[in-house]
């Protein structure tokens, strides 16, 4: 089967830097993207990474190793809005998107 | 540029009763389409999805249809609901084709309660 796995919650303090995991097992790979999503909102994109290694925008960046079926978001100088939801999703070869069920990041002053 | 709308934004429906969500994308032609229902918890669950007027592709069998009677509108309906249809909805857009790159927007969501 095909599945996204990311740790269900994070805590991280303000001003830190906190690193989101992901680890997929898909049919074939075409992209992996990071949404972010406050509590009752929609997702809203965040990165996009097919070539392994590091893709960096502003405060967040994210990072893939296609080879580990592995990528991580790094959020550096946490600001209480970056609480959220953070949803890992990888293409497969049909360009299907798979999605993991979320990391719920809490930041705490 | 690109707008995704999506109404309403929550409803509370009894059990039986009939659903019509509703779902416009302006400043685009011909985008790929999707409705997604998410539970408490979960991940993104793809209910339907479309690639142009009148072609609906459905990924879980289950009492909710959808339709697509114009290029930049899709609908999500039920004759009868369950209590288990409770949960949040989302539209999407994407470019059309296939390509790896090609983001999902999301519309703000509708919150439905079955009771």
């Known amino acids: 089967g095909q599945n996204i796995d990311q740790p269900t919650e994070m805590t991280a303090t303000e001003g830190a830097i906190v690193q989101i995991n992901c680890t997929y097992q898909t049919s074939g790979f075409n992209g992996l993207f990071w949404y972010q999503q406050h509590a009752g909102e929609a997702p809203t994109f965040l990165s996009y990474?097919?070539l392994d290694g590091l893709e960096e925008k502003g405060r967040f960046s994210s990072f893939l190793s296609r080879s580990k079926g592995y990528s991580y978001l790094l959020l550096k100088e946490l600001q209480m809005k970056d609480s959220a939801s953070y949803l890992c999703a990888v293409k497969n070869s049909n360009y299907q998107l798979i999605w993991g069920a979320g990391t719920k990041l809490i930041i705490k002053p | 540029s690109q707008t995704i709308h999506q109404w309403p934004a929550t409803l509370v429906q009894p059990v039986g009763s009939p659903l019509s969500l509703e779902c416009t994308v302006e400043?685009?032609?011909?985008?790929?389409l999707y409705w997604y229902r998410q539970a408490a918890g979960r991940g993104l669950q793809l209910l339907f999805y479309s690639v142009g007027i009148g072609q609906i592709s459905s990924e879980v069998p289950q009492n909710l249809s959808a339709s697509r009677p114009q290029d930049r509108q899709f609908i999500l309906s039920s004759k009868k609901l369950l209590l288990s249809d409770s949960g949040f909805y989302l539209c999407a857009w994407s470019a059309t084709g296939d390509s790896g790159a090609n983001v999902l927007t999301f519309g703000a969501g509708s919150r439905l309660t079955v009771l």
């Open positions: 990474n097919v």
């Open positions: 400043g685009t032609s011909n985008p790929n």
